[in-house]
């Protein structure tokens, strides 16, 4: 079955709350969607979230990618030998992860449609559902209190919480939020590289009573050490973001103890076959895994969510970056109920531009 057409377009949404992270505030998103079609019919979907401060994409790279590369390589080729497809591309997309991304959707898209499967099932099935954290940009305190209590109210148990600019407002801030939500809500915090060690310490050491399950990428990723000093001077649960874009950052990670649990964005490892070898670094080495995810279309979050299904170490999961997108064309490409996210269970990605 072969490749008989690519096609790809770029989509821009507007987030419906802009948010604000410790180095940028972000009020909408541009997704690149690509349509592949074989020769037999059968049509398989992707899509990229280009960010130039996390993969260092833009719309126009990745448009620019899969004229000038991917398609020239692929068409004419075999859809359903995808790691064949995927390895060809590996080289010439390595510094386009979320392109590389998109395309490892579509095939992988396609291979499920043909065996009438959804993707989660062919890759091991271990879990059928996943309950999500809701993430909280920096805001005021009081405004993070009343985001908190009302994320409550519509079903979310996880509440993820970014901070990272100031660590003595992070700490109230996250006294506030757990006298808002009661000890039964799980809570994370995410400094997206915003601290120092002695920040990083200051502010686990002060919120030992609000019980953060886990605090994610406080440190810049240009020093991983740093990262590891963290990690091995507090009692909770340090994760690595920012600090892993490949296979490669994962062994690092790993060997070198640098982290207790990492967290893999599709877009920014290149894909679910990429994400399934960096897991198992991380199962080798006894780290758990979450799934996360960029701004980006239900359809990205769809495959994020097949692949964290799949696999029984990948404990964590933040994939809401769809919830306040406007006009995203692949909304219903997952389902949510009350905080925990389920596949549409047709097959491939399970869902059809």
């Known amino acids: 079955m ?5 096609e790809t377009w770029s989509h821009k949404m507007k987030l419906s709350s802009p948010y604000t992270i410790a180095y940028e505030t972000i009020d909408s998103t541009v997704n690149v969607f690509t349509k592949i079609t074989t020769n ?4 398989g979907f992707g899509c990229a979230a280009p960010d130039l401060e996390v993969t260092g994409e833009t719309e126009e790279s990745v448009i620019t990618s899969c004229n000038d590369i991917i398609e020239p390589l692929l068409k004419g080729s075999d859809a359903l030998r995808y ?3 995927l390895n060809k591309l590996s080289e010439p997309l390595k510094k386009h992860p979320s392109a590389m991304a998109m395309i490892d959707m579509a095939l992988f898209d396609i291979m499920g449609k043909e065996a009438n499967m959804p993707i989660y099932k062919m890759l091991g099935g271990f879990r059928e559902k996943m309950k999500t954290s809701i993430t909280i940009g920096i ?10 209590k009302e994320y409550i109210k519509q079903g979310f148990s996880i509440l993820k919480i970014k901070g990272g600019a100031d660590v003595d407002e992070d700490v109230e801030r996250m006294k506030k939020v757990r006298e808002a939500v ?6 994370r915090f995410d400094a997206n590289q915003g601290y120092s060690v002695y920040e990083s310490l200051k502010f686990v050491e002060e919120t030992r009573d609000v019980k953060i399950e886990l605090l994610e990428q406080p440190t810049s990723k240009q020093e991983p050490d740093l990262l590891g000093r963290v990690t091995n001077n507090v009692p909770i649960i340090v994760m690595a973001d920012e600090s892993l874009m490949n296979l490669v950052d994962a062994f690092k990670l790993a060997r070198r103890d640098l982290v207790d649990t990492v967290n893999i964005k599709l877009m920014k490892v290149g894909g679910i076959d990429e994400a399934i070898k960096i897991n198992a670094v991380a199962k080798a080495a006894n780290l758990e895994v979450m799934v996360g995810c960029m701004d980006e279309s239900a359809l990205g979050i769809a495959a994020g969510l097949h692949f964290a299904l799949s696999k029984p170490n990948v404990t964590y999961a933040d ?9 995203d064309p692949a909304k219903g490409a997952v389902i949510l109920k009350n905080g925990t996210l389920y596949p549409t269970n047709k097959p491939g990605l399970g869902f059809n531009l």
């Open 2 to 6: 072969k490749i008989a057409s690519i």
């Open 40 to 43: 037999k019919g059968t049509v």
């Open 83 to 85: 790691s064949y497809q």
């Open 139 to 148: 805001l005021p305190i009081n405004d993070t209190v009343q985001n908190a």
């Open 182 to 187: 009661g000890k039964n809500v799980q809570l």
């Open 319 to 327: 994939l809401d970056g769809h919830l306040d997108l406007i006009d």
